[in-house]
């Protein structure tokens, strides 16, 4: 029942973040307040600074961006598609992408979209001052360095043309360059707009913040002058911050309509009551289910005796067949995960099987395990606190254990594990660590996971791997360049492992029975602009 759950919400048991999607013709209507709740505040309602999953979702239904994503789940939700953009054309150097805009798109105040206002956008977050996690994605643009460096105060590589025409010059090709246009950090920005955090910031797709009263409430409104075509089905979307409990309870009362309930551990009993009583992902239903673009995985520090070298190679081979996937899933709570072998979630990667999913292959990892150089009895394994990532390191300890390996493992509190991961002789030899990709593209994946700075604990320095990836991420258009990576996925794991993924996660939520048109997208959660009241 129910109040069975609430009750283990109230004991400390919280939920995991979801999603789905649900549409009905019959029960769109234009018009209405949704309601959304949260157990706490956004990191930031500016998309220059906001960088978690609760912010992406209001930037999502806020922004109009050069490129963007459908409104859509799954893989229909990864492809994609030009939004302020009408066409571009790509130098033969493939280092000059020139846009043309279209002229349609306006603020919430009637001010146009113009490429002064990408131009002004992409300086602002270059700047040292405002410290937006979008620099990491901005390297390869010609100037950004001497921006950060306090050098300059303009990126002489980002240049309007004209009105509606802009420019992005590069140090070097990177193909991946449109989708990581996608990003909120890239929202386009009002003349005048400093260099400071702010809480009303323009809005430029079908919403914008109205209202921020920090832990308090945000109130988004309809911008009455956007021309786009994404959808726009509420008039107004109230953000409250509410205990979980209270918000199952008001999601019952028809009070609340959605609560945001990532961050707590996973509650299995209460999902599989809302599986019994609503079922999956049905049509005009309240409980939906759908994959992410997480992967969780164990990392190889390629640093340390036991990874460095091909004389290795066997070892992180043996180790992918002896982990118990099945089981490693499990702890994450029911409908939470798919177990995986490959990197690349669902939709990105390429549809096969390299490692047992069904279970620990001992026999195998043995064999393996005899062909390295160097066969260690202990090995020391990083991990956080949380009791899900505890559990799971006990499964990882009991695995190696019956392959000649005793697993010492050392937990940190979650904020600071990256930190440690992320220092160069830290004296690691596994981690367990996650990835959600900040776009829909493979790169999003393998280039900052590989890259010594990301706190994920793999410190891969291989040149043939290397060019591998740097001819992967030179491809342009959406097809080849998937094509290529999940070929590279493969072949990494079968071949050379860096890692050993485990489970791509799913997403999961409920709704009130006051709502209806549910989208959750694989990337921004529930689709604020797609959402609509029943009649």
């Known amino acids: 029942m129910l109040s069975l759950s609430l009750g283990m919400l109230a004991a400390g048991v919280g939920l995991f973040v979801a999603a789905g999607l649900a549409r009905s013709a019959t029960e769109e209507r234009k018009g209405g307040t949704l309601r959304l709740s949260a157990p706490a505040d956004v990191d930031s309602v500016d998309p220059a600074v906001g960088y978690f999953p609760r912010s992406w979702m209001l930037s999502y239904a806020t922004c109009a961006k050069l490129f963007n994503y459908p409104d859509a789940q799954g893989a229909a939700g990864t492809r994609l598609v030009p939004e302020v953009v009408e066409r571009y054309t790509i130098s033969r150097d493939q280092r000059t992408y020139t846009f043309e805009l279209r002229q349609t798109f306006r603020f919430h105040t009637g001010a146009p979209v113009t490429a002064h206002s990408f131009v002004a956008a992409i300086n602002r977050v270059a700047q040292p001052k405002l410290e937006s996690p979008a620099t990491a994605y901005m390297r390869e643009i010609d100037g950004v360095a001497a921006v950060s460096d306090g050098k300059a105060q303009t990126i002489s590589g980002v240049r309007a043309l004209g009105r509606y025409r802009l420019q992005i010059r ?10 990581r246009l996608t990003m909120p950090f890239f929202c386009p920005i009002l003349p005048g707009t400093p260099i400071a955090e702010i809480d009303t910031p323009a809005g430029s797709g079908p919403y914008y913040v109205a209202e921020r009263i920090v832990n308090q409430r945000i109130v988004l409104k309809r911008n009455r002058y956007y021309r786009g075509n994404r959808p726009a089905n509420v008039d107004e979307v109230v953000v409250t911050i509410d205990e979980l409990k ?3 309870l008001a999601i019952e009362q028809v009070t609340i309509d959605y609560c945001y309930l990532g961050g707590g551990l996973p509650a299995g009993a209460l999902f599989r009551e809302l599986e019994e009583r609503h079922g999956i992902n049905r049509p005009g239903g309240r409980f939906f289910v759908s994959p992410s673009l997480t992967t969780s995985f164990v990392a190889f520090n390629h640093d340390r005796p036991a990874f460095a070298g091909p004389g290795q190679i066997p070892l992180k081979q043996a180790i992918n067949h002896a982990i118990d996937r099945p089981e490693l899933t499990r702890q994450l709570g ?3 995960a798919n177990r995986a072998d490959q990197m690349l979630p669902r939709g990105l990667a390429r549809p096969t099987s390299i490692y047992p999913l069904r279970g620990s292959d001992y026999a195998t990892a043995r064999r393996m395990l005899a062909r390295a150089r160097n066969q260690p009895k202990r090995l020391v394994l990083y991990a956080n606190s949380f009791s899900v990532t505890v559990a799971q390191a006990e499964i990882l300890a009991f695995n190696l254990k019956q392959i000649g390996i005793d697993l010492q493992v050392k937990y940190f509190d979650i904020g600071a594990l990256p930190g440690k991961l992320a220092t160069r002789g830290e004296p690691y030899d596994l981690a367990l660590a996650g990835w959600f990709a900040d776009y829909a593209d493979p790169a999003a994946f393998f280039v900052p996971i590989l890259n010594r700075g990301s706190g994920q604990g793999v410190n891969l320095d291989d040149p043939r791997i290397d060019a591998r990836i740097e001819a992967a991420n030179r491809l342009t258009g959406e097809a080849r360049r998937r094509a290529a990576w999940a070929d590279l996925d493969v072949d990494l794991m079968r071949d050379n492992p860096p890692w050993a993924p485990y489970v791509h996660t799913q997403t999961r939520t409920l709704v009130s029975k006051g709502v209806g048109c549910v989208v959750v997208h ?13 009649r």
């Open 246 to 248: 209270d918000c199952l």
């Open 522 to 534: 694989p990337l921004y959660g529930f689709d604020i602009a797609a959402v609509c009241k029943k």
């Open 170 to 179: 590069l140090t070097r090709p990177v193909g991946d360059l449109t989708a």
């Open 334 to 336: 029911y409908l939470s």
